[in-house]
Each structure stands twice: as structure tokens, then as C-alpha cells.
């Protein structure tokens, strides 16, 4: 089983990425689930999203202490959250940042990846919920493209699904190099 945790802040997409990435994950014949954990938050509160999949079926319906992967939407979190706590020791922290992992407050196995400008450059706004699971599908190679793109299409329609597609390939692109 592959877990996934996903920090963002509210109003910016963590619920809707991990959605995405759980049917995108049914497409290419995994089970998955994807859940949020939020209270009263508002809009700009810290919130986390998880993701559970694998190829049997999922029992477990817990909150994730141990994730093998989480995904960073807002830099900013790094100084208030402690985005890698429980993480397995092979795991991966993938971080939205035009930083180097070294210059970022935080441990581990760490991956910076500038999805606010793809965002900025194919969407027009700083919303980078579909461009950093296309790097997370790129540097894990759990997912393909095809079924994210599937799974935007599905959540998505018009203009906006057509350029969530067009700053996944982007992003997918891209990262297939960052983490080798």
C-alpha cells in the first residue's frame, strides 16, 4: 500500500488533488481512497488531504501517520507544519518551491518542484493542486498520465479542464528528470 499526504491550505485545492490522484489511481487498476481532514478552517487555515492506494483492497480508514509520500501545495506551510512527521525512512517529500530542497526548513528525502509558475504560465493563477500531482505522478511513476488526465477531464470541463490537462503534461514532463 502506497500512502500520500497532501498539504495545503484551504481554498487551495488539497480535497480536489487528492480526488484526482485516488480515480486517477482506479483508472490504472489500483484501489484507492482519498479523504480530507479539516475542521472549522477557513479559507487559508492549513489543511491535509490523504490518499490511500493498492492493488487489493483497502481496509483501513484511519487518518495517515506514516505516509510514503507527501505533497507540499504551499511553501509557506514548512514554517509552521511539521510536513514530515511519521514519514516512512524511503519517503519522499515533494514540495511546490522554486527553492533547492537544501534552502527549505525541512528533512528527509526532499524534491522541490515550481509548480506556482506552470500554474501562473498555463492556468493564469497561482492554483497548483493538478500541477504538482502531474510532477508527483512523474517522479513516482505510480500513476500515469494518461489517467490523471483522465481523472482532470472527469472533475474538470471547458476551458478549465483543457488547461489543467495541458499544466499536468507540463508538469509531468518536467519532473521526469528531477528525482533520477
Same mark, same amino acid.
Given at each position: %500500500?502506497?500512502?500520500?499526504?497532501?498539504? #495545503?491550505?484551504?481554498?487551495?485545492?488539497?480535497?480536489? *488533488?487528492?480526488?484526482?490522484?485516488?480515480?486517477? &489511481?482506479?483508472?490504472?487498476?489500483?484501489?484507492?481512497?482519498?479523504?480530507?481532514?479539516?475542521?472549522? /478552517?477557513?479559507? #487559508?487555515?492549513?489543511? %491535509?488531504?490523504?490518499?490511500? +492506494?493498492?492493488?487489493?483492497?483497502?481496509?483501513? !480508514?484511519? $487518518?495517515?501517520?506514516?505516509?510514503?509520500?507527501?505533497?507540499? $501545495?504551499?511553501?509557506?506551510?514548512?514554517?509552521? /507544519?511539521?510536513?514530515? =512527521?511519521?514519514?516512512? $525512512?524511503?519517503?519522499?517529500? +515533494?514540495?511546490?518551491?522554486?527553492?533547492?530542497?537544501? @534552502?527549505?526548513?525541512?528533512?528527509?528525502?526532499?524534491?522541490?518542484?515550481?509548480?506556482? !509558475?506552470?500554474?501562473?504560465?498555463?492556468? #493564469?493563477?497561482?492554483?497548483?493542486?493538478?500541477?504538482?500531482?502531474?510532477?508527483?505522478?512523474?517522479?513516482?511513476?505510480?500513476?500515469?498520465?494518461?489517467?490523471?488526465?483522465?481523472?482532470?477531464?472527469?472533475?474538470?470541463? #471547458?476551458?478549465?479542464? @483543457?488547461?489543467?490537462? =495541458? &499544466?499536468?503534461?507540463? *508538469?509531468? /514532463?518536467?519532473?521526469?528528470?528531477?528525482?533520477?
Amino acid at each position: %500500500m502506497k500512502e500520500i499526504v497532501i498539504h #495545503g491550505r484551504g481554498g487551495q485545492g488539497s480535497v480536489t *488533488a487528492a480526488e484526482i490522484l485516488a480515480k486517477a &489511481a482506479f483508472e490504472d487498476c489500483w484501489f484507492s481512497q482519498a479523504f480530507p481532514s479539516f475542521g472549522v /478552517e477557513r479559507r #487559508g487555515a492549513p489543511v %491535509m488531504a490523504f490518499v490511500r +492506494i493498492d492493488k487489493k483492497k483497502i481496509r483501513i !480508514r484511519s $487518518q495517515i501517520y506514516n505516509p510514503d509520500y507527501v505533497i507540499v $501545495q504551499d511553501p509557506t506551510l514548512l514554517a509552521t /507544519e511539521d510536513v514530515g =512527521k511519521g514519514i516512512k $525512512q524511503d519517503g519522499l517529500i +515533494i514540495v511546490n518551491s522554486a527553492l533547492s530542497p537544501d @534552502e527549505l526548513p525541512v528533512d528527509g528525502n526532499v524534491v522541490t518542484f515550481d509548480a506556482t !509558475r506552470i500554474a501562473l504560465d498555463i492556468i #493564469g493563477k497561482p492554483i497548483v493542486n493538478t500541477v504538482i500531482i502531474g510532477a508527483f505522478a512523474s517522479i513516482t511513476k505510480l500513476l500515469s498520465l494518461e489517467s490523471l488526465k483522465k481523472s482532470i477531464s472527469h472533475r474538470f470541463s #471547458g476551458k478549465i479542464a @483543457e488547461l489543467n490537462v =495541458k &499544466a499536468v503534461e507540463k *508538469a509531468y /514532463e518536467i519532473a521526469g528528470g528531477v528525482h533520477e
